[in-house]
C-alpha cells in the first residue's frame, strides 16, 4: 500500500477495480480545512484520463509494472507471437488486446510489452513505421496545385490518406500515434 505522499508520475495504482496510471498530481494545502491530491489518472488498458482528489495521507493499492522489449515476430491467426530478444522465449498475445496497433505491426519490429506479475497490460509500438503501399490510384498529372489526397492501402492493411505523388511499392513513414503518413522514405 502507498499514500498520496507517495505519488509520482507514472505510478500505477488500483482504483476503482481498474489499473490507472498517475499522469499528473499535485498537492493542495487550502488555508481552510484538510489538504489534498489533485491527480490526473489515464486507464491503463482503455486510454481514458480522469480527474480525481484523494485526502492526503490516503491509502491506494500500488501496482509494480516491469516494461520488457520485444520482438514482433508474426500472427497466427488467432494471437499475436512475439519473442524475447534475450532469451528468445516465445508468448502469444490475443489479437484484442493488441486492438488497432495491429495495422502498424510488421514481423520483425520491436515493441514494448507492459506486465504485471501474472499478466500483459498493454503493448508499446515504436513512434513511426515504415510500411509498404501495396493499393492506390495513380496519380493524376495537374493534381499537384493544392493539397491534394487520396486512398492508399498498406500491407498490414491500414488504409491513410497521402499525396498524389505516392505509387505502389513506395514505402511510407507512418505515425503509430494518430495513424498518418509522414514522409516517403
Known sequence: ??????????????????????????????????????????????????DNTFRSGEKVEEIRIQKKKMEYLYNDGVNFVVMDPVTYAQIEINEELIGDKKFFMKENTEIALFQTEDEIIYIELPTTVNLEVVDCEPGIKGNTVSNVTKNAKLETGLEVQVPMFVNNGDTLKIDTRTGHYIERV
Open 1 to 50: 500500500m502507498a499514500s498520496t505522499a507517495d505519488f509520482r508520475n507514472g505510478m500505477v495504482i488500483i482504483f476503482k477495480n481498474s489499473l490507472f496510471e498517475i499522469v499528473e498530481f499535485q498537492h493542495v494545502k487550502p488555508g481552510k480545512g484538510g489538504a489534498f491530491v489533485r491527480t490526473k489518472l489515464k486507464n491503463v488498458r482503455t486510454g481514458h484520463v480522469i
